[in-house]
């Protein structure tokens, strides 16, 4: 469960609540379920609004290998430290299993995300739909969650028909993909985070402007392009 603010609850409840069930009847998305909104009141201290959504590790967490939260930024999004970049591929993948990678970690590793072209075409209609689906209704900077997990066959049969997990091509991992954190309107704060990544950028003259937050259409395109591109049709 985690606590929303008064326009997340908005766009859950004015925008968002009626087309989500919709599209989770269907079976066909891998955004985080919702379970229930609650405003909790506190006393002398206003109220919080909570909202409980499902946990999406459904695999055994003694068979999980990795785990990464991407955007499609760059900036700020490694989490493997500088120190470690040249560590061994194996030793480097032991010391970080129960962190979260970013975006940058990726190509540290030296990871691919490669699919078989029945199962790629799949996930890649439902991440694009889930875009689609959140661009129309104005949110920005949700994250694509990969868990990355050991295979077995044992478990995709107890998980058959997840529209969310798929074996690799050459069937060595598991991947379970999810994407969370798509309750954030594109708001007078995040276009003032907007401007001032950007104005810092331009009077630092940084090389790299790829910043986290961009308006709904421009974050859409960009998060459906960078998943094309680290989710390969083997």
Same mark, same amino acid.
């Given at each position: 469960e985690i606590t929303i603010n008064d326009n997340e609850r908005e766009i859950l409840i004015d925008k968002m609540i009626i087309d989500y069930h919709c599209l989770m009847k269907e079976a066909r998305s891998i955004l985080s379920r919702i379970y229930g909104l609650f405003k909790i009141e506190l006393r002398d201290k206003g109220s919080i609004n909570v909202i409980v959504q499902r946990n999406m590790e459904? %695999?055994?967490?003694?068979?999980?290998?990795?785990?990464?939260?991407?955007?499609?930024s760059t900036v700020d999004r490694q989490t493997i430290d500088k120190d470690d970049v040249d560590m061994e591929k194996e030793k480097l993948m032991s010391k970080y299993k129960n962190?979260?990678?970013?975006?940058?970690? %990726?190509g540290i590793v030296g990871m691919k995300f490669v699919l078989g072209f029945e199962n790629w075409q799949k996930i890649m209609s439902i991440i694009n739909s889930d875009s689609s689906f959140l661009q129309n209704l104005e949110v920005t900077d949700y994250s694509l969650i990969i868990f990355v997990h050991k295979y077995r066959k044992e478990d995709l049969v107890n998980n058959k028909g997840c529209s969310r997990i798929f074996p690799s091509k050459d069937n060595k991992y598991i991947y379970n993909f999810s994407i969370v954190d798509f309750l954030g309107p594109f708001n007078f704060e995040k276009k003032g985070e907007k401007f001032a990544k950007s104005l810092v950028g331009y009077i630092k003259n940084y090389k790299d402007t790829n910043f986290s937050v961009l308006d709904p259409y421009g974050y859409g395109r960009r998060f459906r392009s960078f998943c094309k591109k680290i989710i390969i049709d083997g």
């Amino acid at each position: 469960e985690i606590t929303i603010n008064d326009n997340e609850r908005e766009i859950l409840i004015d925008k968002m609540i009626i087309d989500y069930h919709c599209l989770m009847k269907e079976a066909r998305s891998i955004l985080s379920r919702i379970y229930g909104l609650f405003k909790i009141e506190l006393r002398d201290k206003g109220s919080i609004n909570v909202i409980v959504q499902r946990n999406m590790e459904d %695999l055994p967490l003694d068979t999980k290998v990795l785990a990464f939260d991407f955007k499609g930024s760059t900036v700020d999004r490694q989490t493997i430290d500088k120190d470690d970049v040249d560590m061994e591929k194996e030793k480097l993948m032991s010391k970080y299993k129960n962190k979260v990678l970013k975006d940058i970690d %990726l190509g540290i590793v030296g990871m691919k995300f490669v699919l078989g072209f029945e199962n790629w075409q799949k996930i890649m209609s439902i991440i694009n739909s889930d875009s689609s689906f959140l661009q129309n209704l104005e949110v920005t900077d949700y994250s694509l969650i990969i868990f990355v997990h050991k295979y077995r066959k044992e478990d995709l049969v107890n998980n058959k028909g997840c529209s969310r997990i798929f074996p690799s091509k050459d069937n060595k991992y598991i991947y379970n993909f999810s994407i969370v954190d798509f309750l954030g309107p594109f708001n007078f704060e995040k276009k003032g985070e907007k401007f001032a990544k950007s104005l810092v950028g331009y009077i630092k003259n940084y090389k790299d402007t790829n910043f986290s937050v961009l308006d709904p259409y421009g974050y859409g395109r960009r998060f459906r392009s960078f998943c094309k591109k680290i989710i390969i049709d083997g």
